[in-house]
């Protein structure tokens, strides 16, 4: 890291091969694309060499690349939303947030399941929330962030990252569970 | 069931976010209501289900591969804006401090050289007032010149030659 910071580029190249997964990893969680999550931690890495002299290391170094790659992708996110697109998890909880009714998943569904499987099944069901309902659980699943921080990064009021975090966390239940739209309500 | 104040609140209770006091009475509720327990073990399902699945997502691209992008961003970028990265010499940083601070040391000179050759005082509000001046413009004229700056008068004293004996002996001609 020292070296790095020197401006020694092979140093630079050690950190990128040592955390390279992580920091793609949660660009292909946000995104759900393969292609984009490529582009966007590598714009992250650039932009991590750019900035590396402001890393103080009050966080591990995984944790302040990521948060950059976390910050392009909600900019992307963000750009893509001002097109006229509306998603089912805004209509929802728009009209009055079916997963206040939905019935609770009372077995775990994932138990039985084999590794790669539930993978997929995860996959799947992220992919169906919105960007702003997986970025909540994302952010808070896997990043570890505090309400108040979550609310901070997305630029929203705790209670809707409260409101966010249980709506995505309820669907993605009944996703896990196999169960479909039609049997959520 | 559950109102969604109140199942917010749940997952507060589960994320660790709520305060002591309030935590201690959602306990309580957890022990006596079964639909909240229920809540509570599909919140923790999930959330156990999720966990590690990012550690399976694997870069689908060579170390090599990867990198080769990267390092050819950071070379375009650092030849875009060389003056942005590359520190600036000490010299030169010298050199943009004292440029202006000579300038406006030649000029306080050149203001008081100016001052001192056109007789004007310097230091206003200081009460001093230039002495006056007593200069014979020709001396065997026998000419007079008495200029006082403060009051903006100029005398001259004349002698005619042919009046040099009662110049001598009386008061002269006096011009203004």
């Not at chain 1, 950190?15 to 969680?29: G, M, P, T, W």
């Amino acid at each position: 890291m020292r070296a790095a910071k020197k401006g020694d580029m092979q140093a630079f190249e050690e950190l990128v091969a040592r955390h390279r997964d992580k920091v793609y990893a949660r660009a292909y969680s946000m995104m759900r694309n393969e292609d984009e999550a490529l582009d966007l931690s590598q714009e992250a890495w650039v932009k991590g060499w750019q900035r590396l002299k402001q890393f103080q290391g009050e966080s591990s170094f995984a944790t302040w690349l990521t948060r950059i790659v976390i910050n392009l992708c909600l900019d992307q996110l963000r750009r893509r939303k001002r097109q006229p697109t509306e998603s089912i998890e805004e209509i929802d909880e728009d009209s009055g947030g079916v997963e206040r009714q939905m019935p609770v998943v009372t077995v775990n569904p994932t138990e039985r399941l084999e590794r790669a499987e539930l993978r997929q099944r995860i996959d799947r069901a992220l992919a169906q929330l919105s960007y702003e309902h997986r970025t909540v659980l994302i952010l808070h699943e896997f990043e570890e962030m505090e309400y108040k921080r979550i609310a901070k990064t997305m630029g929203c009021s705790i209670g809707t990252v409260m409101s966010r975090l249980f709506y995505a966390r309820r669907k993605l239940a009944a996703l896990l569970a196999g169960w479909k739209d039609e049997e959520l309500t | 069931m559950m109102d969604h104040a109140s199942q917010l609140e749940l997952q507060a209770f589960f994320d660790g976010e709520l305060p002591e006091n309030e935590a201690h009475d959602m306990a309580n509720r957890l022990a006596r209501e079964s639909d909240a327990a229920a809540l509570l073990t599909e919140l923790r399902n999930t959330s156990k289900a999720l966990k590690g699945f990012e550690s399976d997502i694997k870069l689908p691209e060579s170390r090599e591969f990867f990198w080769s992008k990267i390092e050819r961003d950071i070379a375009r970028l650092e030849q875009a804006e060389p003056a942005v990265r590359a520190p600036e010499p000490l010299l030169a940083r010298w050199r943009r401090l004292l440029v202006p601070a000579s300038a406006f040391a030649a000029l306080v000179l050149m203001v008081v050289v100016a001052a001192r050759q056109w007789e004007l005082p310097i230091g206003f509000g200081s009460g001093v007032r230039p002495a006056p001046v007593l200069e014979t413009a020709l001396a065997d004229s026998g000419a007079f010149t008495y200029r006082d700056q403060s009051e903006g008068i100029t005398l001259v004293w004349l002698s005619y030659p042919g009046e040099k004996g009662v110049a001598d002996s009386g008061p002269a001609d006096t011009l203004q």
